[in-house]
Nanobody
Framework: QVQLVESGGGLVQPGGSLRLSCAAS????????MAWYRQAPGKQRELVAT???????NYADSVKGRFTISRDNAKNTVYLQMNRLKPEDTAVYYC????????WGQGTQVTVSS
């Protein structure tokens, strides 16, 4: 059983930055495709960014040029660097790992407000 634990959320002013982390338990992390999703109040969960086991990345149009997903397989961790944050980025951010099964973290709150 793989467990994913997110951290790094918080309150930040518009234009600020945050880095989210998602630490995975278990082995074979390097073989997992990883992703970040977010869910704002009253809205459906949406895909933010993905990274394959080979390191290829993809982003939602709304975050391109502002967010960067990366992974450190030695630390079993995936990151989401978020720059130039906007109020509309406010959401609970979730980490997802996919191999032969799908795993989700518990989420971390990001609030962008002055």
């Amino acid at each position: 059983q793989v467990q994913l634990v997110e951290s790094g959320g918080g309150l930040v002013q518009p234009g600020g930055s945050l880095r989210l982390s998602c630490a995975a338990s278990g082995s074979m992390f390097s073989s997992y495709a990883m992703a970040w999703y977010r869910q704002a109040p009253g809205k459906q969960r949406e895909l933010v960014a993905t990274i394959t086991s080979a390191g290829s990345t993809n982003y939602a149009d709304s975050v391109k040029g502002r967010f960067t997903i990366s992974r450190d397989n030695a630390k079993n961790t995936v990151y989401l660097q978020m720059n130039r944050l906007k109020p509309e980025d406010t959401a609970v951010y979730y980490c997802k790992g996919t191999n032969w099964a799908v795993y989700w973290g518990q989420g971390t709150q990001v609030t962008v407000s002055s």
